[in-house]
């Protein structure tokens, strides 16, 4: 059984390695149950037990929210209903609030939990500006967070970043710790899936002009994601000349950015379409020449990164270590904040073909070796085995 403190399925990160680890598990034999908020969209190929609705709150949530508390008592009430009938072999749980909740019931059913490790609550609450650093409240959560860091039987971190946070900030035991990072579908990111005429037509309702490079990224679109800073990059290559485009995908806070485009008098040279399905996500991206990160956090992975260079795109990235876990030595990288760096190392990048083609070339190389989800289902398959036995 999984649990999965969030409105399971939507189109952004964490609900990515969700989907995708639960699809390949399947395919190695293992029959899952995902337990999740009342929200989200169903997906026919998955077991999804949802809880009730909030009579008070039906909009959507997105990253730290005081309501969350309420979404998550309900979500306790619900796994113990579905654990207790169903009786699962093994809890596997993603983010803190769900590890406590199978930590719960995993020692009321005497049964192995699995924690999926995706970040530091902590960090990620401070990313969200849900939390300030260093007061009582940041000094109560982090010892909430060790308490939970404790509970599992293992726990899978998506980033060797996090693993050493683990051991050296929350000490927990090393022989619990193992590293998983994110992974990706190589059939569906196939950079030869879509043919020209596909594309032109996708970049013509998108109002993009036939000529013009674009830079692409898809993901949340949030401050901590850097999206000020691709916008900054954009203004900078505009008042240079450099006739760029950046294709920047992903919710929430759209009418924001959007705004920020107008007053940075880049919006001719920006589109924002918003929500993009997953399943529509490769085409999207197939369309950039090169794609782009701007985010910073010491502990979350990165996934999108892998969907990039499955797509055989190259990759202009802030200098951070979870970024250079997953690009090597293929990334091009720039000092974290700092937008007109990033702003040129795209215009070099995108000023030489060849080198740009080399890279994204490399890069699909690199992930097809290290970073399939087939490869990734096995190592977790094999733990359920050992924990269970």
């Known amino acids: 059984m999984m649990i999965a403190p969030t409105s399971f399925f939507s189109d952004y990160g964490g609900h990515i390695r969700i989907l995708e680890e639960t699809l390949a598990l399947q395919s190695e034999g293992n029959a899952i149950t995902i337990v999740t908020y009342y929200k989200g969209r169903d997906l026919p190929e998955l077991d999804i037990r949802r809880t009730a609705p909030l009579p008070y709150r039906t909009d959507y949530e997105v990253g730290s929210s005081r309501h969350k508390i309420a979404f998550d008592i309900y979500l306790a009430i619900k796994a113990w ?23 719960v019931v995993s020692r009321l059913l005497r049964i192995p939990m699995v924690f ?44 060797a970043q996090a693993r050493e946070g683990l051991l050296q900030e929350f000490a927990v035991p ?59 990059a954009a203004h900078t290559l505009k008042q240079a000349g450099e006739h760029i485009h950046f294709l920047i ?38 369309l950039g020449d090169v794609a782009v990160s701007a985010k910073v956090s010491a502990t979350e992975g990165s996934g999108k990164l892998l969907n990039y260079m499955a797509l055989g795109l190259p990759v202009v990235a802030y200098d951070t270590a979870v970024h250079r876990e997953y690009l090597g030595d293929l990334g091009h990288f720039v000092p974290p904040h ?38 990734a289902a096995r190592h977790i398959d094999t733990l359920y085995a050992q924990l269970i036995g």
């Not at 207790?84 to 199978?102: C, K, Q, S, T």
């Not at 490079?213 to 679109?221: E, F």
């Not at 007109?340 to 070796?369: I, K, M």
Request: with cysteine; aromatic share 6%; proline share 8%.
């Open 81 to 103: 209903q579905v654990a207790r009938r169903d009786r699962p072999d093994l809890i596997h749980a993603h983010m803190h609030e769900g590890a406590l909740i199978g930590g």
């Open 116 to 159: 999926d490790f995706q970040g530091s609550l902590t960090g990620e609450m401070i990313d969200h500006q849900f939390l300030q650093s260093g007061g009582l409240i940041h000094r109560l959560v982090r010892r909430a967070e060790r308490f939970i860091n404790h509970m599992p039987h293992a726990i899978l971190t998506s980033s």
């Open 174 to 232: 090393p022989e619990r710790v193992h590293p998983l990072p994110d992974c990706v579908d190589l059939a569906r990111f196939d950079p030869e899936r879509y043919t020209a005429v596909e594309k032109a037509a996708l970049r013509h309702q998108l109002d993009i002009p036939p000529d013009r490079p674009i830079v692409a990224y898809l993901g949340l679109l949030t401050d901590y994601q850097g999206i000020p800073d691709l916008l900054h």
């Open 249 to 286: 995908m992903g919710f929430p806070n759209l009418s924001r950015y959007r705004q920020m485009a107008v007053d940075l008098d880049v919006a001719d040279v920006v589109s924002l379409p918003g929500k993009i399905p997953y399943d529509q996500a490769p085409l999207y991206l197939s």
């Open 338 to 375: 700092d937008a007109t760096a990033l702003a040129w190392a795209l215009a070099n990048l995108l000023n030489d073909p060849p080198r740009a083609t080399q890279l994204g070339q490399a890069l699909r190389q690199r992930v097809s070796e290290q970073f399939s989800w087939a490869q």
